[in-house]
C-alpha cells in the first residue's frame, strides 16, 4: 500500500534524488502529447458509438441535422481519454488490476509541468498557464465582439458567426474566472500559507487540473461545431433547437465543474486538517479565508450546473421534456437551476479578489489588517446570501410575482457584508505607510473598480430601475466592472505580489506600472461608456443597435483595442524577464510577514523541512514586539521523527505545555 | 458609505506615528468637510440637471417611475461614491511613504475600532434597509412598475378600466392581437393615451423579452405562459420595442416601433384595421392566452365576444380565473 507516510517521507529526511527516467521509448511517457491523442482516439471512439446507437433512427437528430449522441459520447469519452492519456488514472487503474501502483518522484526536469503531477506548486504553475490559455482565447473574442459593434448596421461577421462569438467570449471567461484564483494561486500558495506540505488529496487537486484544461479543448469543439447561439447562459429552449455547439456547452461546462467541485473540495479539506500546530482560525492569513468561503460555494453551487446540463443532455439526445414546455417540461426550470449556481458562481468570482486586496494592502501599508474578523465574516456572509438572491435574474421572466420583494431584500443585503470588505481595505489605509508598487496598484485598482460594480449592481436589484437595465449593456458593464475590474486586477495585483514565489524570479516593475496604467485606464474606458448606451436602450448580445449611440459604442472598441493591447505588455515583460532573461528576485522582496515567504525559494518539493509552528498572525506589522509568524525550525520532540505530515504532526510539535 | 467613519474622531484608533507639534490633524473632520460639499453639489447637481432627461423619460407611469427610481438611487449612490473616493484620495496623498515620519516599516497599529465598525454596520444597514422599503413600495403601488408579472398579477392598477393587448414573440418577429377590438392581429403596436394597458406576452417558440423601452416595460415571452405587465400611457409619442432575451440568430433585429396616439386615433384606428383584417382573423388560431405552435386550427380571434373595448380591472388579480 502506497500510504501517505510512503508518498510524502518522514520530518527531517532529506528529499529523494530526482527520479530516474521513465523507461521506454519517448512517446510512451505520459504527458500532454499522450493525454491530446488520448483525446483525440476518445473522441473518435465515442462518435463512433454514438452512431452506432443512433443508425435507424432519423429523429435524433436534431434541428441542425447533427447526431448529438455522437457528439456528447464524443466529446465525453475524449475528455475520458484526455485524462487516461496523462496518467491522471494510473493511480486507480492499477489498483483495480490489483497491481501497486509506483510512487511518484520528484522531478526537477520543466516537463513536470507538462505531466500529471500531484505537487501542488506543479499543479499551480499549470493552472496558470491554462488560465491564460483560456483569458486569450476569450479576450481576442472580446476583441471581435468590439469590432463588430463599430458599426450599427455594417457588418464584419454575420448574425450567426455573432452570436457564437459572444457565447463563446462569455462561456470561456466565466470557466476560466471560476478558477482564476483558486486554480493557481489557491493550489500553489494555501499549502504554503497554512504550513502544510501537501494538499489534502494531492491526485484530486492534479485531476482537477486536466478536467479544467480538458474543459477548455471541449468549449473549443463548440465552434467547429457551429457554436451556441444562447450566450453563456445557455436559455431552454433556445437551448434545445441549437446546433452540435450546445452540446460543447452542455459537456464542457460538466466536465469544468466537475474539475471545480474536485478543487473546491479539496481545499476546504486542505484548509480545514492540514493546518500547521498554532495556525488558529483567528490567525489564518486573509487570503486563505477568502479560498475556503470560495471552495465552498464552488462544492455546493456547482453540481447544480452539472446536473442541469445533463438534463439538457438528456433533452437532447434521448428525447426527454424537462425543458420543453409543449411537452409538459418548464423553460423556467433551466432558469432556476442555472442562476442556482450562476449567482454562487459570480461571488466564486469575486471572493478570491477580496481576498487577495485584503492579503497585500498590509503589506504596502505596513499596517495590521483593519478589523481582520470582519473580513472573514464579510467572506463568509457573501458566501452565505449568495444562495439566496439567484431569482433576482428573473425580476421580469413571470416568476411568481410576491418573490420579487424577498430578492430585492436579499440582493440588497449581499451589500452589506461585501461592504465590510471596503470597511476593512479603507481602515487599513488609515494612517498608514502606503508603498505605491506595483501590485499596491493593482490592489488599489480593484478597489476604485469594484466600487462602480458593486454600487450598480444595487441598481439592478431594484426592481423598478431593473425593469430599465435587465438585459442591457448596463448589466453587461456591471458585471464587466466586478469580475474584470475587480476579480481580473486583483488577480494581476497577486501576480506581481507572488511571482517571486512562483518562479524565483521578478517582473519588471517599470514595465509593471505602464501595464498597471495602461489597463487600470482603458479598462475604464472601455467598459464606463458601456453604463450610458445601457441606460440609453442597447439590449446585450444584439449586433445591430440604434444609430445614436455609434459614438460611444466606437469610443469603447476603440479603447478595448487598447486594453487588450495593454495585456500584451505583462506578456512581453512575463516572457522577457520570467523566461529569456530570468531576473533572480529576492528571497522576500516586499518585507511580508506571510508564512510562504518564509520558506526558500524555488519552493523545495516539500515545502517545509520540518512543519513550523504559527505563533502569530501574519499582519503584526508595527509591532516590533510580536513573536515572528512562525517557527520554521520546532525542535523535535521525541518520536516526531517519524510522524508523518498534517495533523499527525500537530500534537507531537504542539508548543503548549502537556494537559496535567 | 465612508461617513460611517466620521464617529473616530483622530488619534483613538492607536498611536499615532510621531506627530507634528500642533499634533495630529483632524482627518475626519477635513475628509468630512470635502465629502459633504462635494457630495451636495454633485447630487443637486444631478438631480435637477441630469435627472429629467434620464431614460426612459415619463411616457407612462412606469417609465416615469423608473426615472423617478433611478434617480433617488443615482442621488444615494453618488455619496457613497464619493466618500470611497475622497477618503482613498485624502489617505493615498496623506499617507504616502514620503510622507509619513516614523518608524522606517511601520503604519498604525490599529487592529480594529469597535465604534467605526459598529457605525459603518449601522448605517450600511440602514441604508440597504431602506433601499429595500422604497424599491418595495415603488413595485407595489405602481402595481409591478412595467415589469412582467407572471400570468397572476397580484398587484393591479388602480384604474376603472384597461385595455388588453396580446404581445405574441417568435423567432424574430413580435405581433399583436387586440382582443377586445375582434382579436384582430398585426406588427402595428398603437396604444391610446391616457389608459391603463395590461400586456400579455406570451411565445411561440423560445424565451423572449418585450422590452418597450420609452414606455418602461419588460416582459419576458414564455412559451406557454402568459406574462402581464401594466403601466398607464401619459404622453403621445413613438416608442422602440427591442427584444432583450438571447433568441437566436436575428435576436439582433427583433425589433419594432410602436405609437402612443390620442385615445380618438386609436378608436378609429383599431376599427378600422379590424374591418381590413377581418378575412385574416377568421383564419388565426382563436384567441387564448397562449398557443401551442403545433396547433394549427383556424378559427378566428373573437374573444370574449362581448365585453367592451377596454375590459374590467375585475378582470386581473383574484378575478382573472373567470375569463
Known sequence: ?660 | MSDGATTHQAGSGGTPPAGGPGGEPRHFRRIFTVWISISVVADLLFWFLVGPHIPPGRMTSAAGGAQFDFNVLFVIALPVIIGVWTYMAYALSTWRKSRVPGLPLSGDRARGHFGVQTAWMAITSTVVIGLFVFGTVELIVPAGAGGGEGPNPIWTPTSKTILPIQVIAQQWKFTYRYPTFGGFETSQLILPDNTTIAFHVTSLDVIHDFWAYQLGIKADANPQQDNVAFTTTDQVGSFTVRCDELCGLWHGAMYNYGKVVTKSAFESWATRTRAQLAANTKNLPPFAWTYDPSANGAGGGYYPSNVDHFSKVETYGAQRAKV
Open chain 1, 1 to 660: 500500500m502506497a500510504t501517505d507516510s510512503e508518498l510524502i517521507p518522514p520530518i527531517g529526511a532529506t528529499p529523494p534524488p530526482p527520479g530516474p527516467p521513465p523507461r521506454g521509448p519517448a512517446w510512451l511517457h505520459q504527458n500532454i502529447f499522450t493525454a491530446a491523442i488520448g483525446a483525440v482516439a476518445g473522441y473518435a471512439f465515442g462518435h463512433w458509438v454514438g452512431n452506432m446507437i443512433a443508425s435507424g433512427y432519423p429523429n435524433i437528430n436534431g434541428a441542425s441535422g447533427q447526431n448529438d449522441i455522437a457528439i456528447c459520447l464524443g466529446l465525453g469519452i475524449g475528455v475520458f481519454g484526455w485524462l487516461l492519456g496523462a496518467g491522471a488514472l494510473n493511480y486507480p487503474l492499477a489498483k483495480i488490476v490489483g497491481r501497486e501502483p509506483a510512487p511518484e518522484a520528484p522531478e526537477s526536469n520543466w516537463t513536470r509541468y507538462l505531466r500529471f503531477s500531484t505537487d501542488h506548486k506543479v499543479v499551480g504553475i499549470q493552472y496558470f498557464f491554462a488560465v491564460f490559455v483560456f483569458l486569450f482565447t476569450a479576450g481576442l473574442l472580446a476583441m471581435a465582439i468590439r469590432t463588430e459593434l463599430l458599426s450599427p448596421t455594417t457588418h464584419i461577421f454575420g448574425p450567426g458567426t455573432y452570436i457564437e462569438i459572444v457565447g463563446e467570449h462569455g462561456t470561456m471567461m466565466m470557466m476560466m474566472a471560476s478558477s482564476l484564483v483558486v486554480g493557481p494561486l489557491g493550489n500553489f500558495l494555501v499549502p504554503l500559507m497554512i504550513g502544510s506540505r501537501r494538499t489534502a488529496f494531492p491526485r484530486i487537486e492534479a485531476s482537477s487540473f486536466w478536467l479544467f484544461s480538458g474543459g477548455y479543448l471541449v468549449i473549443v469543439t463548440a465552434l467547429p461545431l457551429g457554436g451556441f447561439p444562447t450566450g453563456w447562459t445557455g436559455y431552454a429552449p433556445l437551448q434545445t433547437q441549437a446546433a452540435g455547439g450546445m452540446d460543447s456547452y452542455l459537456v464542457g461546462f460538466a466536465v469544468i465543474g466537475t474539475g471545480m467541485v474536485l478543487a473546491g473540495f479539496n481545499l476546504i479539506a486542505t484548509i480545514i486538517h492540514y493546518r500547521a500546530p498554532g495556525l488558529s482560525w483567528s490567525r489564518l492569513p486573509v487570503f486563505v479565508w477568502s479560498i475556503l468561503a470560495t471552495s465552498a460555494l464552488l462544492t455546493l453551487a456547482t453540481p447544480t450546473l452539472i446536473c442541469a446540463g445533463l438534463f439538457g443532455i438528456l433533452d437532447r439526445t434521448a428525447q426527454t421534456a424537462f425543458y420543453v414546455t409543449e411537452r409538459g417540461g418548464s423553460s423556467f426550470l433551466w432558469e432556476n437551476l442555472f442562476w442556482f449556481f450562476g449567482h454562487p458562481e459570480v461571488y466564486i468570482m469575486a471572493l478570491p479578489g477580496f481576498g487577495i486586496v485584503s492579503e497585500i494592502l498590509p503589506v504596502f501599508t505596513r499596517r495590521p489588517l483593519f478589523a481582520y474578523r470582519v473580513a472573514a465574516a464579510g467572506m463568509f456572509g457573501v458566501a452565505l446570501l449568495s444562495f439566496f438572491v439567484w431569482q433576482h435574474h428573473l425580476f421580469q421572466s413571470g416568476i411568481n410575482p410576491d418573490m420579487r420583494p424577498l430578492f430585492m431584500l436579499t440582493t440588497e443585503l449581499i451589500s452589506i457584508p461585501t461592504g465590510f470588505i471596503y470597511l476593512v481595505t479603507l481602515g487599513t489605509l488609515y494612517k498608514a505607510k502606503i508603498h505605491f508598487d506595483v501590485p499596491m496598484l493593482f490592489a488599489l485598482g480593484m478597489l476604485f473598480n469594484f466600487l462602480i460594480g458593486g454600487v450598480t449592481g444595487v441598481f439592478l436589484s431594484d426592481v423598478p430601475v431593473d425593469v430599465t437595465v435587465h438585459g442591457s449593456f448596463f448589466v453587461m458593464a456591471h458585471f464587466h466592472y466586478t469580475i474584470m475590474g475587480g476579480l481580473v486586477f486583483a488577480f494581476f495585483a497577486a501576480i506581481y505580489y507572488w511571482m517571486p514565489k512562483l518562479t524565483g524570479r521578478t517582473l519588471d516593475m517599470r514595465l509593471g506600472r505602464i501595464h498597471f496604467w495602461c489597463m487600470f485606464v482603458f479598462f475604464n474606458m472601455t467598459f464606463f461608456p458601456l453604463f450610458i448606451v445601457g441606460i440609453l436602450g442597447m439590449p446585450r448580445r444584439v449586433f445591430e443597435y440604434a444609430h445614436n449611440l455609434q459614438g460611444l459604442n466606437d469610443f469603447s472598441s476603440i479603447s478595448a483595442y487598447l486594453l487588450g493591447a495593454s495585456f500584451l505588455i505583462f506578456v512581453a515583460n512575463f516572457i522577457w524577464t520570467i523566461i529569456i532573461e530570468p531576473r533572480r528576485a529576492a528571497a522576500n522582496p516586499w518585507n511580508s510577514l506571510g508564512l510562504e515567504w518564509q520558506t526558500p525559494t524555488p519552493v523545495p518539493y516539500y515545502n517545509f523541512e520540518r512543519i513550523p509552528v504559527i505563533l502569530s498572525d501574519p499582519y503584526h506589522y508595527s509591532e516590533p514586539e510580536a513573536l515572528p509568524v512562525a517557527d520554521l525550525a520546532p525542535r523535535p520532540s521525541a518520536g516526531a521523527a517519524t510522524v508523518g505530515v498534517g495533523r499527525g504532526s500537530a500534537d507531537e510539535t504542539d508548543p503548549r505545555p502537556p494537559m496535567a
